[in-house]
């Protein structure tokens, strides 16, 4: 699963500088506040801080459960039948369950259902009693024993809370594509299906789903049959007989455009909601490559009869990857006018649902404990991908950020991969995602890849169509390779932490020798212990240079090589093969070196990013600013141009108004955004406004405007109300000029703001409108209840901005509304755990008392 961002109503480039306002990084080699433009904007949140603030707003309510429960019988087989009622939004359903009872002397079979209405039940076609308990329906057995099989139908029907949601047209959108689509993870099928709902039992599919004739529908497996049914419907049989967990059912029907490609012999379908046809070849052209390259890497072949990718309106995920028919957001789709805007399309998001259709479809992880084994090979295979299409370097910057992130987010630290406590994949995504993929990565570097993708391909040959823990991993590994991979196991994976290592070293010009002191720095408790990292130093000298393999294992210890001279560059770990914090003591001029001639993207973007700190040096900024310029990767440059931001003047700010003009799209974005913080300089207003008109990339021209308003130069209202008449890509600009005019709390744009927040404009606008204008004129009422009007919309990017709004304008008058709201049964359980936490929040910010135990939400855990 790739989470969702929809909760930011303003775009990415937006969003990262709300991190960047409040929040300190401590990473590798820095300290100091820092704005990014990330490939995925989660994790960006997650390293600041912020995602507990997002997590507010878009966290699941409910604690899922770390350990598998008992199983009293294996589902192995169900026969699943839906048809909508889209005007009461209700699945009608019925569903039969073939099970084997595990156990003798059982009273009851036991399926997970919530909030569904039960209309009969039958054993083996026999009618038979049964009881709706709040989150189970339970069938007694008069005799049971293990190994008795049995047929149990159930029908009935339901307006599900979550797991299944319906986006529909109304007065205000009546064009809008019909769009039914299903969530299940981590255990939300119960919403919309009676079954067995964790991931420790696997099972067989037929799915049956009757839509009206012009639907398109995509399910698990493959299409057997299209039938056509009364009342102009046609009735679609998808059928999977190969085994998943029951969170990787998947259900969409409704209006779709399709696009078709075929790889060796297996179908390949993609599907936007109808009018967005175009945009299917440019986000998903690599598909069938990935295919080839992934199937290649780990040993298997594609293990499903079918791929599809749908993308659906207001997913609540970015995407999730559904046994061989990934659901994904329409937020991923790409214009084809902006296709030049994205150097990678979004191929992280593509390769990583893919690469789960291995690891956690086909082999899948027995508890949300283990749900690294999902995650972490997902992150793998987007950074195995990245190195494949784009280059190593790309692929090194993409894990560069992530050890950043990581290391930035204290929370982590102490707390393992494999975790115990572990209660939903959000809260932990930093080390399940992040830290998870990165040690992967190593390890891979440490086996070498031959040998690690070998040790992968016997555990997915052995554990295929099965359920696997870590230990499944470490065991397949070794029985392939004979690497032991224990230690390297109980330090990264069940132990928590990374080493945060104190180095530097001295020349001893008699013995021609450096002597490398390396000090692991970390707090030795809990969890965290001392690491064994085997890695390599590298001494480069006017006579070129050398590398020499170490091993880091004591707490303080003391290296030495022979050196012809004393060193120009001497560094630890070369392309950072491992997570680490390293204080690494060097003179300024070797930094300066480093950055110049360093062989990788992360050791040079080190260096840039170390020498911000070191402000007085005329060098450093020479060296910065050729960097910005010349470094031949985008991201080195980008890290050059945050560096200079922070260390400010004249030199820096020229550096920063070439860098608009940088080739990539991604620098030259970075360089509009931080010259934001070029306050009181009266030229960058000037050249913001110019890039605004005509810089080459949308994004860049989107930067430049929240730039100009956070800068709040004289100009910037006219330039933001000449952004407003401005059409571009899905609103890029409007939107980015709405944030801005929110930024400037300037009352004359309360009408232009209101305009483009009102029901029937577009909804890629609404949202970033509603969020100014819950900015602006704090104190009116009436602003207010009109923010509280767009709660009744069924849309949830309006609903989301409205409640953030609303929050945040701190306007008491909108508790006791809220409060009326949030047990609406027209909320998801988990847009009301948001109105319960904002209802919470405002009270504490306006003083307005303790409120009622309604009001009270718990922390966010
Ligand atoms: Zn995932």
């Not at 972490?376 to 987007?382: D, K, N, Q, V, W």
Request: charged letters at 25%; proline letters at 6%.
């Amino acid at each position: 699963m790739h989470a969702a961002t929809a909760a930011i109503p303003n775009s990415a480039d937006d969003a990262t500088m709300d991190c960047w306002k409040g929040s300190e990084i401590v990473g590798r080699n820095r300290s100091w506040p820092i704005p990014r433009i990330r490939r995925s904007l989660r994790r960006t949140l997650a390293a600041t801080g912020v995602l507990l603030a997002v997590l507010a707003w878009s966290g699941p309510s409910r604690a899922d459960r770390p350990f598998a429960p008992d199983r009293a019988y294996d589902l192995q087989h169900s026969t699943i039948r839906l048809s909508f009622d889209t005007n009461q939004r209700k699945v009608i359903g019925d569903v039969t369950h073939r099970v084997v009872l595990l156990r003798d002397a059982a009273t009851a079979i036991e399926f997970d259902s919530v909030g569904l209405r039960i209309d009969s039940v039958t054993v083996d076609g026999a009618a038979a009693k049964f009881e709706v308990l709040p989150e189970k329906i339970s069938i007694p057995l008069a005799a049971a024993h293990a190994g008795d099989k049995h047929n149990v139908e159930i029908r009935y029907d339901g307006s599900p809370r979550q797991g299944m949601f319906f986006i529909l047209p109304d007065k205000n959108y009546p064009n809008r594509p019909r769009q039914i689509w299903t969530q299940g993870e981590a255990e939300d099928t119960r919403f919309y299906l009676p079954t067995y709902d964790y991931p420790n039992d696997r099972l067989t599919t037929d799915t049956y789903l009757t839509v009206p004739a012009n639907w398109e529908t995509i399910s698990n497996g493959r299409l057997e049959s299209k039938t056509p049914a009364a009342d102009g419907q046609t009735v679609w049989h998808w059928v999977e007989d190969a085994p998943l967990s029951t969170y990787l059912i998947s259900v969409v029907a409704g209006e779709f455009d399709r696009t078709e490609d075929i790889w060796h012999s297996i179908p390949v379908t993609y599907y936007a909601p109808h009018g967005r046809g175009d945009r299917i070849r440019t986000t998903f052209a690599h598909t069938r490559e990935m295919l080839d390259f992934f199937s290649t890497t780990f040993g298997v072949a594609y293990p499903w009869p079918k791929y599809s990718q749908a993308t659906v309106d207001e997913f609540t995920e970015d995407g999730m990857e559904n046994t061989s028919a990934t659901t994904l957001s329409t937020r991923a789709l790409i214009p084809p006018a902006t296709l030049a805007e994205h150097p990678m399309r979004e191929d992280d998001l593509v390769s990583h649902e893919l690469t789960h259709q291995w690891f956690g479809d086909l082999v899948t992880c027995t508890d949300w404990t283990n749900i690294w084994l999902n995650e972490g090979f997902a992150t793998l295979g987007e950074y195995l991908w990245a190195e494949h299409a784009y280059g190593r370097d790309e692929a090194d910057f993409e894990r560069w950020n992530e050890a950043r992130d990581w290391l930035g987010d204290e929370r982590m630290y102490p707390i393992p991969i494999v975790y115990s406590k572990f209660t939903d994949s959000m809260e932990y995504a930093p080390n399940i995602y992040g830290k998870a993929g990165l040690v992967l990565w190593s390890l891979r570097q440490q086996m070498g890849p031959a040998a690690f993708d070998a040790g992968l391909k016997h555990y997915l040959e052995k554990y295929r169509g099965r359920n696997a823990v870590t230990a499944d991993l470490a065991n397949a590994i070794e029985e392939a390779t004979s690497h032991n991979v224990d230690q390297f196991f109980q330090q990264w994976i069940y132990g928590a932490g990374a080493p945060a290592l104190a180095i530097h070293y001295t020349y001893d010009e008699a013995a021609h020798q450096v002597r490398l002191a390396v000090k692991q720095s970390q707090k030795i408790e809990g969890a965290v212990g001392l690491f064994t990292i085997p890695t390599e130093v590298e001494l480069t000298t006017a006579a070129g240079a050398k590398r020499f393999p170490i091993v880091v294992s004591k707490a303080d210890e003391t290296f030495s090589f022979p050196a012809d001279s004393d060193p120009l560059l001497v560094l630890f770990d070369p392309g950072d093969t491992f997570l680490d914090a390293v204080q690494f003591q060097k003179p300024v001029r070797e930094w300066i070196y480093q950055l110049r001639h360093g062989g990788t993207v992360p050791d040079r973007a080190d260096a840039a990013a170390v020498l911000s700190s070191m402000t007085e040096q005329e060098a450093v900024v020479t060296a910065l600013v050729s960097a910005a310029h010349d470094d031949p990767f985008w991201g080195v440059r980008e890290q050059a141009i945050e560096s200079l931001a922070k260390l400010g003047g004249q030199r820096a700010r020229d550096a920063l108004f070439a860098a608009l003009d940088d080739p990539d799209p991604r620098t030259a974005s970075v360089a509009a955004t931080m010259l934001g913080v070029f306050q009181h300089d009266p030229q960058v207003p000037a050249r913001l406004e110019a890039a605004f008109r005509g810089a080459r990339y949308v994004r860049v021209r989107e930067s430049a405007l929240r730039s100009l308003a956070r800068l709040k130069s004289p100009n910037a209202y006219s330039v933001l109300l000449e952004a407003m008449r401005t059409d571009s890509p899905d609103d890029g600009l409007r939107s980015a000029a709405l944030s801005g005019l929110g930024e400037l709390q300037d009352a004359r744009a309360i009408p232009v703001v209101m305009d483009w927040a009102s029901p029937g404009r577009p909804l890629e606008v609404r949202p970033a409108a509603i969020h100014a204008l819950g900015m602006l004129d704090t104190r009116n009422a009436k602003t207010t209840r009109l923010l509280l009007s767009f709660m009744d919309e069924r849309i949830s990017p309006v609903r989301r901005a409205a409640l953030r709004a609303l929050e945040e304008r701190a306007d008491a008058s909108a508790i006791a509304p809220l409060e009326a709201m949030q047990n609406r049964s027209d909320l998801s359980a988990e847009f009301q755990e948001n109105v319960r936490r904002a209802v919470a929040q405002l009270r504490k910010v306006t003083g307005a008392g303790g409120g009622s135990p309604a009001g009270a939400a718990a922390p966010i855990q």
